[in-house]
């Protein structure tokens, strides 16, 4: 097992590396970080070619790709290009940002499984009935729904909810314009009171896209093993029911939604930046988009390469799980 | 009901029925339905599909007829900004005064256009790459695979913004870059049916024959695929219509003077609760887009592989 984690660590570190020179390139390519800064009125050309000089953007990109990378595989990951601004360190703020995400996206992520593999083994029991009818629809719906506006319909409502409960004289609860920045403090109650009242809108609304998807896929593969001959021989032997549907039937069915689970990564975390964009949380998302607005070479490249090894790391787990899951796939 | 010619048959002699006869007569009497046909009714006769067929040229009229007749031009700003819905401006204006009906036929054709030409440009360059490496195997196919790794590693929705954001976003500039980060799906399945297909007799006699590659490939392995080919196709524009509006959301798709559905979206979003006209319009028009074609797609699903069908041909 470990040697073949190891050996696929190995493979993907060619794939990382050329992934890396080829965002470079094209991060260098596609816009010069200083354009603005020329367009000031004040500046003079000067000063501009001086900041080029010590941000090293007047060497070539070849040149500048190696000093990146170098620096990179030490641990330096360089700063942004702010202008006018302090410059930030790429390292904390990308892994800052990843927190924020991250803690978004994992709970967001675990309930929509938990609560899409349910209702897809339960369509599937009763497959044709009333509650199937509604989860299929439902999941359509959802699958055809672009994320912002599912995010901008939900947040309008917990508005309207908060300006009820003001108007019952509490306090408001959900929070609609990002996280608090002091931290969660007081009572137990209160902690847990605020913190679901922060996370509860953009949980709810990346969940409910990645559940239409889970709901859909073990739907159908539990409806194909439970038509299966192996599933019809333990209901001959006389097992009950709820024996063949969970014994049998569901640990099979998942084998699907667990590979579906890990290489969803890109399409979650893609929701994720809407969601946050939507809920003012400054997270990957708007790390991105301020990023991509300026050129800002080594920040993107600090996020790209965050997330492209996630992505690795992910596939690579999916393979594990499925290992796991299925005992008839060896690894090695 | 087909072409079943009673009038040939019932002339024959009458001797022959019976025995060996009878059977010719049978085969006389109706002519096969091809392929094609069979494909056709299975799609007629679902229902869903039709249906969402019907929706789907409704919106293509909508998004380019439209604009024709109606008497706002989208990029007209001359009216007030703000106005509610009324007779003359059904869906009220914008900020910036523009016609919010004219506007959203403008959008929808944008996007639509958007999500054709990335199905269109990803189909086509999946199939090619995946035929390629799945009848070539060797090298081609692993470079080839090793590129959609690659591709499918950095997450497309940076990717697609630094490019649309260094180059123009002008509707193609989004959609060359949409259809570049969208082929590999297609291009892993159309593999796949190659890999199996080209074990075949028939890809043998023509090799033997001395067929030509691409001729085996385009005349012998994609009309064998043609099924998975079409429906993929068709999800892609519904995936490229949500990838264009996500994308435009953040501002970093679709630039003025072009529009879209998500820069519609994008521009309107904060007025929600005091001016829902503004949201809803194009918010309907997305859903509707990608509920039909996801249909048409379950609808071609059905139509190609007899085996899942659930309408009787």
Not at chain 1, 122 to 150: E, G, H, K, N
Not at chain 1, 184 to 189: A, D, H, R, V
């Amino acid at each position: 097992m470990i040697r073949y984690i190891i050996r696929r660590l190995l493979i993907s570190l060619p794939i990382l590396l050329l992934g890396s020179f080829l965002s470079y390139v094209l991060v260098a390519s596609a816009g010069n970080p200083l354009a603005e800064m020329r367009a000031r009125p004040g500046v003079t050309e000067q000063q501009v070619q001086e900041l080029a000089a010590e941000l090293g953007l007047d060497k070539p990109v070849i040149a500048r790709y190696w000093d990146w990378l170098t620096s990179f595989v030490q641990g330096d990951w360089g700063t942004s290009v702010a202008l006018g601004q302090a410059r930030a360190e790429v390292f904390p703020s990308v892994t800052e940002a990843l927190w924020v995400t991250g803690r978004l996206v994992v709970g967001a992520e675990l309930l929509a499984l938990v609560l899409g593999v349910s209702v897809g083994v339960l369509a599937a029991v009763r497959q044709y009935s009333i509650f199937d009818y509604l989860a299929t629809s439902t999941a359509f719906l959802m699958f055809s729904m672009p994320i912002f506006c599912v995010a901008v319909i939900i947040k309008s409502y917990g508005i309207e909810f908060n300006n009820v409960l003001q108007s019952m004289g509490v306090d408001r609860w959900l929070t609609t314009a990002g996280p608090p920045t002091e931290g969660f403090t007081g009572s137990i109650g209160d902690v847990i009171f605020k913190y679901t009242g922060t996370f509860l809108l953009p949980t709810l609304s990346l969940m409910l896209i990645s559940f239409a998807a889970y709901s859909r896929f073990e739907r159908a593969s539990m409806l194909e093993i439970m038509h299966s001959d192996f599933v019809r021989t333990a209901r001959a032997k006389g097992i009950s029911n709820g024996r063949v549907v969970f014994r049998h039937a569901f640990r099979n069915a998942l084998i699907p939604v667990a590979t579906l689970f890990s290489l969803n990564f890109g399409a979650v975390l893609s929701g994720a930046i809407i969601t946050e964009r939507v809920f003012g949380w400054f997270g990957m998302g708007s790390l991105l988009v301020d990023s991509v607005r300026t050129f800002d070479p080594n920040m993107l490249m600090g996020w790209l390469a965050v997330t492209a090894t996630l992505v690795v790391l992910f596939n690579l787990v999916a393979d594990i799980v499925y290992g796991f899951l299925d005992p008839r796939i060896r690894l090695g | 009901m087909a072409n079943v010619n009673l009038s040939s048959s019932t002339t024959a002699s009458p001797a022959e029925v019976g025995g060996k006869g009878s059977s010719t007569h049978e085969f006389d009497s109706t002519t096969a339905r091809t392929q094609g046909q069979l494909v056709r009714r299975r799609f007629l006769r679902h229902r869903l599909a039709m249906v969402s067929s019907a929706v789907f040229v409704l919106l293509c009229v909508f998004a380019f007829v439209g604009p024709l007749l109606w008497t706002f031009d989208y990029e007209d700003v001359s009216s007030r900004s703000y106005l509610p819905p009324s007779g003359e401006h059904p869906l009220g204006t914008t900020q910036v005064g523009k016609d919010t009906l004219a506007l959203l036929m403008r959008g929808t054709g944008f996007s639509l256009q958007i999500a054709i030409v990335v199905a269109i440009v990803a189909t086509f360059v999946g199939v090619l790459f995946g035929a390629l490496a799945g009848y070539l195997r060797g090298f081609v196919d692993t470079a080839l695979m090793r590129l959609v790794d690659l591709l499918l590693i950095v997450p497309q929705i940076a990717v697609a913004a630094i490019v649309v954001k260094g180059l123009s976003g002008s509707w193609y500039v989004v959609a060359l870059v949409l259809a570049t980060f969208g082929w590999m799906q297609i291009a892993r399945i159309t593999r796949g049916e190659t890999l199996s297909l080209a074990q075949r007799e028939f890809v043998e006699a023509a090799r033997a024959a001395g067929a030509t590659t691409p001729r085996i490939i385009f005349k012998h392995l994609v009309p064998n695929m043609i099924g998975s080919i079409t429906v993929n196709a068709t999800l892609a524009v519904a995936t490229a219509v949500l990838a264009e509006a996500a994308l435009s959301f953040l501002g970093l798709g679709v630039q003025l003077p072009d529009t879209s559905l998500g820069v519609i979206v994008n521009e309107n979003y904060g007025q929600i609760t005091t001016r829902p006209w503004l949201f809803w319009g194009p918010f309907v028009v997305i859903v509707l887009i990608s509920l039909a074609v996801n249909f048409i797609g379950d609808g071609l699903r059905d139509a190609f592989d007899p085996r899942q069908t659930k309408v009787r041909a």
